[in-house]
């Protein structure tokens, strides 16, 4: 219909031009009688002695369509193809054609820019003050760092010892962990993978809450039912974690959406690796928070390898950064081993969330500088050499130590006192939790009817009479 229409009024302009012998007479004639042509010209059609522009309200609502003609042209010269010029008014804004045919760039040649505050030595790239890092915080941030790092070697050491069945560190990710952290309010909902346990020991969760968990025993808040390193508070507005990979972010979306409706003064975040943006879930949520304009920060944690997978096997963009901007979510990426830039990007990520209701993504470029989990060892997939240099070279303890160092808030002396009060602090968790017997086993069955169906009972007494006739071959400390 909308070629029809053209055909049309190019007769009609041709025509016209030709029973006027002067330019002025011409676009004079145009302008004065077509309001009654029968073609459906839009109401804001316009004309002048050089343009000649008819917009129709057709399909797509307009098609605009422009020809510069000069009084030195000859009709027989006028161009018989497509005009030079339009505009489609489509659904999200209007939309410029071109003649060239032109694919968008699958990459650039070069990568997305990586915010940071320190450098390889600690030393400051920008004025410190403009940061509002004062000496209680920057203490506390580190003390926080060295708690998790001592807290994963010395709960690794059980794990080796068989204490505990399984676990994972946070190596070389704790500025991650506690630099986000310190940058959220409590009020503000944790949605996390695996890797963020950081996050609750800076909202307070204890070091024997810590050791519940992971020995699962009475006073575990998930009642034994999880794998160790799931932690999760209701208290602290944390959410448990889950192994299957990427299924918080989706949830992370709905409860931002919530907090939006509600009108809340807080927001969601998410936390995930570069595996997980893989996953459906991501790409699913970040569509529906950006539709939306919910509240909720995305952070990517960029550690180089999902699992045994590096990432220039996981994707072939330039990482997770120019996936946000691809939805229309304000995006970027930051030095994930620099706790000021953490700090810092997911302060303003939170005040945008809030004041403007709109997504976030932070792709934090760092290094998993330990084995996935107890169950992997990373030596059979890269080289030693490589993850010896991350820890030295690029550890983000040891970067943020040398500025607080060089402000004078820190001295060796309170070093070895906090790393042997933490020592001693878990030696005793870890003696406490494996002493308290075990959840019941009516806890296995538990919090998910309100009455019971009738296999559940069947499948609960069957286990009570398995445990009674084969008491050797189960733990002592799981009550009947």
Known sequence: ??????????????????????????????H?????????????????????SIVFNHSFKSIYVSRRLHSTTSVDELPAEAPLQQVLDFPGGKVKFTPKLTFASGATKERVHCYRVLDDNGQMLTDSDSLGINKELA???????????VMDTIFYEAQRQGRISFYATTTGEEAINIASAAALNNNDFVFPQYREPGVLLWRGFSLQEF???LFGNKYDYGKGRQMPIHYGSKKLNYITVASTVATQIPHAVGAAYSLKMEKQDSCSITYFGDGGTSEGDFHGAMNFAAVMEVPVIFFCRNNGWAISTPVDQQFRSDGVAVKGKAYGVPSIRVDGNDALAIYNAV????????TEQTPVLIEALTYRAGHHTTSDDSTRYRPVEEIQRWRDD?????????????KGWWTDEAE??????????????????????????ADMFNDVYDVPPKNLTAQEALLRKTVKKHVQDFPSDVPL
């Open 211 to 213: 050791a519940h968990q």
């Open 347 to 354: 302060s303003e990520a939170r005040k945008m969330a809030i």
């Open 1 to 30: 219909m909308a070629s029809f229409c053209l055909t049309k009024s190019r007769s009609f302009i041709i025509q016209t031009l030709k029973s006027n012998k002067t330019s002025t007479n011409r676009t004079s004639y145009i």
């Open 139 to 149: 203490v506390k941030l580190y003390t926080n760092m060295l708690t998790l790092e």
């Open 416 to 441: 070895s006192q906090h790393y042997s009060s933490i020592r001693k602090q878990l030696a005793q968790a870890i003696q406490v939790a494996e002493r308290i017997e075990k959840p019941p086993v």
């Open 394 to 406: 690029q550890n983000p303890v040891k970067r943020f130590r040398k500025w607080i160092e060089s």
């Open 32 to 52: 004065n009688n077509v309001s009654s042509s029968p073609l459906p010209v839009s109401e804001h059609a316009y004309y002048s002695h050089k343009n000649v």
